[in-house]
């Protein structure tokens, strides 16, 4: 079993890296970009007996507690058996 | 007696230690981040610089899950005063004893110079004691994630409670975009937490405690917390 | 991966030649196996084996009073007093940096790390000798940008100062980047660590990170040309974890203080290979590997890989059995894995086991003792006449300002402030760096003595180009002096020698002329080469690099309150120049810039001088005599004086007076031995009467004070610029030509 967890910045908050891609995206001719936002990307790989609403549960306590930032940070994640 | 926490990954701890002990003359020791106890005899905690766990997820993400930080939040709690420099501000974050977070520098690089700071609300903790309201001090930095962010409630309850110490400036104290070395919201460069007995700041004072350095404007600090104990 | 067959094919695929393989027959007395052949191709490999270069080498001077290690061990080691001991060296990451540039230069800074705490010291500072082709290439603005990430990336990670170093662009570096990396510990006498394998029945231990297939014949490909392909080269790049490593570095120095370590070193190029051979040939005893017994990342290793991984971060350790538990402890508490892989056998064999069964079985020392070494002909270019020809009739001269010669100087990349570049690395954690990134030496104070280290790295590689010999001397000769500005007496030299295809005469002469150079400069200098790295084959498509002997010197300065700096510290000093000032434009960086010429014969240079000029500036520094030194070189008297400006924004008002050289030579000629001082008006006469004592030529040249850069000779002013003015230019060049057509 496979946790995909993906972890962005707060829409409200000012993206440095971001906004360095998306003035290099400029410079390299790609038009028609209106925001980019980095983020990052982890992969769990989960015990396979776990049942699935359990392995969401931790997940989502393990990104609450060490995976993200709450204060910068907001994410998503999804479970695939 | 001072504390200076080691984690695995701290690089200013022997410099911190240097300046409490051979600069300022006051005794030191240091605690392993692996120690769950803070011994009556020390009066203040030192979280140094460094890259702890290789600042690996996000800086001092997994150094506040050390067994010492439990011990440093209930000390804190005691009343205990506590400097978190640099690394060891960005620990404080993460751990929740200081609001706020930091982000990536905006110029997206690791910076290491001098700049210069104004101390606001010295009263507010026994760190800064012995500054004057509003001095212009010149200390280094040297980090890539310092630009300081908090949302507009954390930021008013900074102002609110005093909680703003250090703000980048230029060399005449003015507050400035110009003299903002990483986009920290309001130039903040250094904050301490309601009570004042807990401070996290960016730059460092260590690194300008000596003549030899070319710079003693830092050596204040770690005096006005040593005087302070010392009265207590 | 399956073992293959030992085939011609799959022998120069090794990189080995029939000779080279007829002489494994022979030391083997049988066909080698796999795992044999490919530990014998990476021990033979240029890179291990220095086998074009070590006949040459051999003419170093190696001894000094205060030489405690030379060349041989992990790194070099000197006597600096007060029972402590400097250790360094310089090493290139050069193929994997053009690559890869933040990884390679990255996992160079973490090698040469390594090669200094393995000696038992604590690393305090690190230097850097960088080159890329022209900023203008977009690819060398990316190459630029992911070293210097690389070095601060990991660097500032692992927590020692990057204090200094130097950066030129050239076309001839175009195709391959040289990336140099120097560091410097400090360690106890009495308590040195040596890469020996010593005391039959003694434990190896093997300590760090995970072994993967990472960087498998790294260090053949540090001894080939480079192809159109070097992009698909990319899976030999090691990734750098400077976090482990810096657990590592605690975690030995903890063992070795505790007394837990007999013998150490690091895995770095050619892996558990030439760790485990280099201990057991220097300690002249066997090592005995039980490979299934390493910690490996990858699946399916077979034992070939696991002997040739160049994954970073790795140590190996040689025990007593009683300390075996202990040691272990101590890399737990710091999170680490050590694990026992095998032992010390007293019958000479390297054997490696896969499962108990046999993979390898080698007469160790006969890995280095037996290994090729080549006398490779050599035969002086035949356009070098051509090129040491310079006909200054045909340049027209300065015929009254120099101002915009001056500017154009002061923003040529190799001259231009790299304050964007050090501003990057933390060159101020440990507290000791007393004089920073930007001056003559970098110093660093010595806590627990009155003492500090300077050091500095140089090579003019134009200089080289155009006379090898001449170019080495005047590399050895500036890192000196850059060190004696300092006020410190230069001790030895590390030496990191960047050539291309060995195996063409021309190559192979510009090598013999520059260590030629480097043997007389150390000899007059008495500063002899402890350590130091050859790095071949820096040639793409056939187009080799100039010549680049880099040359880092570290010297003792007696007391850390007496660091001298380049910069004027007041109005209404005497600035004096000590030297003499000839005709001498050939190689210059002004002739290249201005004029677009690259020829002629570099300066001439007398090392004796060289050294009696150190000697009395330590001298009249020590006394507190001296304000300011700086010695002047590219871009000459006129660029030293800028310089010396910029510090605290003080002009001066300089006139050389009459002269029969022609004005460009007086203002940007880089004559060799002179220095750029300034004293006060009181000492003006004691410092010029000690100079004159020790037999070299001095004139008063001027008085520091005001905001304008003046210089007047031959009746004329021949620049004039306010020093904020200059100080932009120097300030905002390199940034200005990264930033022109940005490109990610």
């Not at chain 1, 396979?48 to 907001?74: F, H, S, W, Y």
């Not at chain 3, 053949?220 to 400077?242: C, H, L, R, W, Y």
């Not at chain 3, 003499?580 to 090392?607: A, F, M, N, V, W």
Request: with cysteine.
């Amino acid at each position: 079993m496979k946790a995909e967890i993906f972890v962005k910045l707060k829409s409200e908050v000012l993206d440095p890296q971001g906004k360095a891609v998306s003035g290099g995206l400029k410079n390299l001719g790609f038009e028609g970009v209106k925001d980019v936002r980095v983020g990052k990307y982890i992969v769990l790989s989960l015990d396979d007996k776990m049942p699935i609403e359990e392995a969401g549960k931790k997940v989502q306590d393990m990104c609450e507690k060490l995976l993200v930032n709450t204060v910068i940070e907001e994410y998503a994640f999804r479970i695939e058996g | 007696m001072f504390a200076i926490v080691v984690f695995p990954g701290s690089n200013c701890d022997h410099d911190c230690y240097h300046a409490v002990k051979h600069v300022i003359g006051r005794p030191a020791r240091f605690l392993w981040h692996k120690e769950t106890v803070i011994d009556k005899d020390i009066k203040c905690v030192v979280l140094p610089g460094g890259f702890s766990h290789g600042d690996y997820l996000r800086a001092g993400a997994l150094a506040r899950f050390s067994p010492i930080i439990k011990a440093v939040t209930d000390f804190a709690k005691d009343g205990g005063f506590v400097v978190g420099i640099c690394n060891g501000f960005q620990i404080l974050l993460e751990s929740g004893l200081l609001p706020g977070a930091m982000l990536r520098n905006r110029a997206l690089k690791f910076i290491c110079k001098d700049v210069f700071v104004r101390a606001a609300n010295v009263k507010k903790t026994p760190f800064t004691a012995t500054y004057t309201e509003g001095r212009v001090i010149r200390l280094p930095i040297a980090h890539a994630e310092g630009n300081y962010y908090a949302d507009a409630g954390t930021i008013d309850e900074l102002k609110t409670h005093n909680q703003i110490i250090f703000n980048y400036c230029d060399k005449d104290g003015n507050i400035s975009d110009e003299a903002n070395p990483n986009g920290a919201l309001l130039n903040i460069a250094g904050i301490s937490n309601k009570q004042g007995n807990v401070l996290g700041m960016m730059p460092h004072p260590e690194r300008a405690s000596e003549e030899i350095l070319g710079n003693s404007d830092g050596r204040a600090l770690f005096q006005s917390i040593a005087q302070h104990i010392e009265g207590a | 991966m399956k073992e293959p067959l030992i085939t011609e094919e799959l022998i120069k695929e090794h990189g080995l030649t029939p000779d080279e393989y007829g002489r494994i027959v022979s030391i083997l007395g049988r066909t080698p196996m796999f795992t044999e052949l490919g530990i014998f191709s990476v021990m033979w490999s240029e890179h291990c084996s220095y086998k074009s270069s070590r006949l040459h080498l051999k003419k170093l001077p190696v001894d000094a009073p205060w030489v405690i290690q030379g060349p041989g061990e992990n790194a070099g080691v000197i006597d600096i007093g007060d029972g402590l001991a400097a250790v360094f060296k310089m090493e290139s990451h050069n193929h994997p940096s053009y690559i890869e540039p933040y990884e390679g230069a990255a996992t160079g800074v973490g090698g040469i790390l390594r090669d200094i705490f393995t000696m038992g010291a604590r690393p305090v500072a690190s230097l850097n000798s960088l080159r890329f082709g022209p900023l203008s290439d977009p690819y060398h603005k990316h190459l630029f940008g992911g070293v210097v990430s690389g070095i601060a990336g990991y660097g500032n990670c692992i927590g020692v100062p990057t204090v200094g170093g130097e950066i030129y662009c050239h076309p001839c570096y175009a195709g391959n980047i040289l990336v140099n990396v120097f560091n410097v510990g400090i360690v106890k006498k009495d308590k040195i660590f040596y890469g020996k394998a010593s005391g039959d029945g003694n434990l190896i231990i093997y300590a760090g990170s995970k072994t993967g297939k990472d960087g498998i014949h790294g260090v053949t490909m540090a001894s080939e040309e480079f192809t159109d392909d070097a992009q698909q080269k990319k899976p030999n790049v090691q990734i750098g974890d400077p976090f482990t490593e810096k657990l590592l570095l605690e975690a030995c120095l903890e063992a070795m203080d505790k007394g837990l370590i007999v013998g150490i070193q690091d895995m770095g190029g050619a892996g558990l290979t030439s760790s485990s051979s280099e201990m057991a040939g220097r300690a002249e005893t066997g090592v005995e590997l039980e490979l299934s017994l390493v910690p490996l990342r990858a699946e399916g290793m077979i034992p070939y890989e696991i002997m040739l991984s160049e994954s970073q971060e790795r140590m190996l350790l040689v025990v007593e059995r009683e300390n075996k538990d202990a040691l272990i402890d101590i890399f737990k508490k710091w999170d680490l894995d050590a694990v026992v892989i095998g032992k010390v056998g007293g019958d000479g064999f390297l054997r490696v086991n896969w499962h108990g069964k046999m993979a390898a079985e080698i007469p160790a020392t006969k890995i280095s003792t037996d290994a090729p070494i080549y006398d490779r002909p050599s035969k002086r270019p035949t356009n070098q006449d051509e090129l040491n020809t310079l006909d200054l009739s045909k340049v027209p001269d300065i015929t009254n300002s120099g101002n915009d010669a001056l500017k154009k100087l002061l923003a040529s990349p190799s001259i231009a402030s790299k304050e964007l570049v050090w501003q990057q690395y933390d060159h101020m954690v440990r507290t000791d760096t007393i004089v920073r990134p930007g001056s003559d030496a970098a110093v660093v104070r010595v806590k627990g003595t009155k003492k500090a280290l300077a050091m500095s790295v140089d090579c003019n590689s134009r200089y080289c180009w155009l006379d090898p010999y001449l170019g080495a001397v005047h590399a050895v000769c500036e890192a000196a002096r850059n060190v004696a500005c300092s006020g410190a007496l230069p001790l030895a030299v590390t030496d990191n020698l960047n050539f291309g295809n060995p195996e063409k005469p021309e190559v192979m002469w510009q090598f013999i002329g520059a260590i030629e150079g480097i043997k007389d400069a150390c000899i007059a200098l008495n500063t002899p080469v402890i350590s130091g790295n050859v790095s071949l084959y820096n040639e793409t498509k056939g187009d080799a690099i100039f010549p680049t002997p880099t040359i880092a010197i570290v010297g003792v300065l007696e007391d850390a309150d007496r660091a001298l700096t380049q910069w004027f510290k007041a109005a209404g000093d005497v600035v004096m120049l000590i030297g003499q000032t000839k005709e001498e434009l050939g190689g210059s960086e002004y002739l290249s810039l201005c004029h677009g010429i690259e020829r002629g014969l570099p300066p001439t240079i007398d090392p004796l001088k060289e050294k009696a000029l150190h000697s009395v500036l330590i001298k009249l520094n020590a006394q507190g005599l001296l304000k300011s030194a700086h010695d002047c070189s590219e871009g000459g008297l006129a660029v030293t004086a800028a310089e010396s400006a910029f510090g605290f924004l003080i002009g001066a008002e300089i006139d050389l007076g009459a002269s029969s050289l022609r004005a460009d030579a007086l203002l940007f000629g880089e004559s060799a031995t002179r220095v750029l001082i300034s004293a006060t008006a009181e000492n003006a006469d004691i410092v010029e009467a000690a100079v004159v004592a020790a037999g070299l030529p001095i004139a008063r040249i001027g008085k520091t004070g005001g905001d304008i850069l003046r210089i007047k000779a031959k009746d004329m002013t021949l620049i004039e610029m306010p020093v904020s003015e200059l100080k932009s230019i120097y300030d905002t060049s390199l940034e200005r030509g990264l930033n022109q057509n940005e490109h990610i």
